[in-house]
């Protein structure tokens, strides 16, 4: 189950169509866009979560006292129907609660794409529990999602009576649609914008909150301000987040970020010597977002970071390529935007390089390239591309990179590759 943004004529961008795939690349030249479809994409997602979906088009049957509710094509077109009807009638209200600003949308509208034999059933049957403090009565929702005939997974959940006012039909619909919208059934799946000046605000969060907000920032940027006010380490970090925080610790910080209180420091891996982050290096300030984002008692599960390679050496550029393609394996739903060749070429190579290694199973070229298996993309996560073309003065389009698998290049780039070829072409004249 993909969902699609579809946006024409806003600010700048004339026509997009993203899919929310797992990792999600933006670029392009600056000034084109790229960070304001990807707070759009932020503030859509935002409204979606408390969206209502219909009940219309589902599939009702009893089976031994269980309510069954099919969910398939015919619900999801009229889920389409009635989120493109709520965006059609509310697209200027929501820019300005994004943006803070009116700004003229031609068109915002989502697009559900599933194979024909992929759906939901959900099972709804009531419990009672009794215990010292009385009696508990509530329901047991267990959504099965089918691919191709087949359970592809699971999901069970236990309601009590107080969290289902609207019906148990209802909810089990909620649920549905929370796993649509997020890829998960769970209601603390959070989503986490780290804007390209994220070193500065960093420092300067606590004076925007004691100010009374005093200025004008967009709503995904808030919420970063927000989150970081609110900032708690959690104590006990599963296993997975606890294995990319080693490898960010390990091949990118050099050392640890640490929380006292509400400061925030940084210990080096060599001296143990905790430095508070305002005198740290830019380097530092860069990664302790994604620090906090991993570790954090708030669950972020989409993560959206404008200008990826900031204050990182061309070395490091490469290990957090790495370092992304680890966080999408683990479950995580990446955006990110990249002024970098280096940055894109990285990512570029552990695309192909994940192909030509399911294919072949060459450990040899991974040991050469000093990889390991974890590198390489899962063979479920899917990736988009794309870059931010200027058709004409004030204007861009959003086209979607395709995968050149035969002759195997991967994402063709051409606006790197113009650069490089001009870098090439100068250098050549210079020494002929």
């Not at 049957?61 to 509310?90: A, F, H, M, P, T």
């Not at 640490?258 to 143990?272: C, K, L, M, N, P």
Request: hydrophobic share 40%.
């Amino acid at each position: 189950m993909v969902l699609h943004v579809k946006i024409r004529n806003f600010g700048r961008v004339e026509s997009a169509d993203i899919t929310l795939n797992d990792l999600i690349v933006f670029v392009g030249n600056n000034n084109s866009g790229k960070t304001m479809i990807m707070q759009l994409i932020y503030g859509i997602r935002k409204e979606l979560e408390n969206f209502l979906p219909p009940v219309c088009g589902i599939k009702q049957s009893e089976l031994n006292g269980q309510l069954l509710i099919r969910c398939d094509q015919g619900w999801y077109k009229e889920v389409e129907l009635k989120i493109n009807k709520y965006l059609d009638e509310n697209k200027s209200r929501i820019i300005m609660d994004i943006f803070g600003v009116s700004i003229f949308v031609g068109q915002i509208e989502v697009e559900l794409e599933s194979d024909e034999a992929e759906y939901f059933v959900s099972s709804i049957s009531g419990y009672r529990n009794i215990d010292a403090l009385g009696q508990e009565k509530g329901i047991n929702i267990d959504i099965l999602q089918y691919k191709n005939g087949e359970n592809a997974k699971s999901f069970a959940n236990q309601v009590s009576v107080l969290d289902y006012p609207d019906g148990a039909v209802m909810k089990a619909l909620k649920i549905v649609w929370r796993i649509i919208l997020c890829g998960k059934n769970t209601m603390d799946s959070g989503q986490l914008f780290l804007p390209a000046s994220r070193s500065g605000l960093q420092l300067l969060y606590k004076y925007y909150f004691a100010g009374e907000a005093a200025g004008s920032l967009v709503t995904p940027v808030k919420e970063f301000l927000r989150f970081l006010q609110l900032y708690a380490e959690d104590s006990q970090l599963n296993e997975a987040r606890s294995v990319l925080l080693e490898f960010g610790e390990k091949y990118l910080l050099y050392g640890k970020v640490i929380q006292r209180g509400d400061e925030t420091f940084y210990v080096d891996s060599q001296e143990s010597r905790e430095i508070p982050l305002h005198i740290a290096s830019s380097m530092i300030h860069e990664l302790t977002p994604f620090v906090k984002a991993l570790n954090a008692t708030q669950r972020i599960d989409w993560l959206y970071c404008d200008e990826v390679e900031n204050s990182l050496h061309p070395l490091l550029q490469r290990e957090m390529a790495r370092w992304l393609i680890r966080m999408v394996n683990a479950g995580m739903h990446v955006i990110i935007s990249s002024h970098s060749d280096t940055m894109a070429s990285r990512l570029n190579n552990l695309f192909m390089l994940t192909q030509s290694y399911r294919k072949n199973a060459d450990y040899k070229i991974l040991s050469e390239l000093e990889l390991v298996d974890a590198d390489l993309l899962r063979p479920d996560v899917a990736v988009c591309v794309y870059e931010f073309r200027n058709v004409k003065p004030g204007k861009t389009i959003v086209e979607k990179l395709e995968f050149i698998s035969y002759p195997l290049m991967g994402y063709d780039f051409q606006l790197f590759g113009r650069n490089l070829d001009k870098l090439y072409d100068e250098a050549d004249r210079i020494t002929r």
